[in-house]
């Protein structure tokens, strides 16, 4: 009789660490990012130095975590570089009429790997280029409506041809995602 009643108790523990194991992969899963060295293969390859060198114009918009557009704009760009030092002088116009401008320093230091920094970056930017793509990780003060948030952005553009590049950057603030930035370059100088 203990057998008979053992089983049913058995098969629910079973069932209820199935649901355990099965709910932690999901999770997990949903952590998981994808790799740059995945990349490494992928043609054409992106050199930094020679893609941002010269004009260039974005249009990109900003997607709240709903995926609602809540901010289109345009993006006038000249980069320029003097050895492993370069400047990317950004303008943007909002949807809105709004304007901004922003200028970047980069440095690459060999590798793949760039470092920058901006007036409205904490501290500073860090990427790597694997075939033809780029990760960029820094912390942005946002001001909105006011108020300064500093967040966090995880920055990833893939470059299509000599061109044409995409770039994705997801925004996070105490690891909660905030929204996602997606832009489309077009090199204007060959």
């Given at each position: 009789m203990?057998?008979i009643?053992?089983?049913?108790?058995?098969?629910?523990?079973?069932?209820?660490?199935?649901?355990l194991?099965s709910?932690?992969?999901?999770l997990?899963g949903?952590?998981a990012?994808?790799?740059?060295a995945?990349?490494?293969a992928?043609?054409?390859?992106?050199?930094?130095k020679t893609?941002?060198n010269?004009r260039?114009i974005?249009?990109g918009?900003f997607?709240?975590?709903s995926?609602?557009?809540?901010?289109?704009?345009?993006v006038?760009m000249?980069?320029?570089?003097n050895?492993?030092?370069?400047?990317?002088?950004e303008?943007?116009?909002?949807?809105d009429?709004?304007?901004?401008?922003?200028?970047?320093?980069l440095?690459d230091d060999?590798n793949?790997r760039?470092?920058?920094?901006?007036?409205?970056v904490?501290?500073e930017?860090?990427g790597?280029?694997?075939?033809?793509?780029?990760?960029?990780?820094?912390?942005?003060?946002?001001p909105?409506?006011g108020?300064?948030y500093?967040v966090?952005f995880?920055?990833?553009?893939?470059l299509?041809d000599?061109?044409?590049?995409?770039?994705?950057?997801e925004?996070?603030?105490?690891g909660?995602r905030?929204?996602?930035?997606?832009?489309?370059?077009?090199?204007?100088?060959?």
């Amino acid at each position: 009789m203990a057998l008979i009643l053992s089983h049913p108790l058995q098969h629910r523990i079973r069932w209820r660490r199935r649901l355990l194991v099965s709910g932690v992969a999901w999770l997990l899963g949903g952590c998981a990012s994808q790799q740059l060295a995945s990349y490494a293969a992928e043609r054409p390859a992106l050199d930094l130095k020679t893609y941002f060198n010269g004009r260039l114009i974005a249009h990109g918009m900003f997607q709240d975590r709903s995926g609602q557009v809540v901010r289109r704009f345009v993006v006038e760009m000249t980069g320029t570089w003097n050895g492993n030092q370069g400047v990317l002088d950004e303008r943007f116009t909002y949807s809105d009429g709004k304007t901004e401008r922003r200028v970047r320093r980069l440095i690459d230091d060999g590798n793949g790997r760039y470092r920058g920094t901006a007036d409205d970056v904490v501290g500073e930017a860090s990427g790597q280029v694997s075939g033809n793509a780029f990760q960029w990780r820094y912390t942005l003060r946002l001001p909105v409506d006011g108020r300064v948030y500093e967040v966090q952005f995880d920055d990833w553009m893939y470059l299509i041809d000599e061109r044409v590049m995409l770039n994705r950057a997801e925004m996070r603030k105490f690891g909660i995602r905030l929204g996602e930035v997606t832009l489309s370059f077009t090199k204007l100088d060959r």
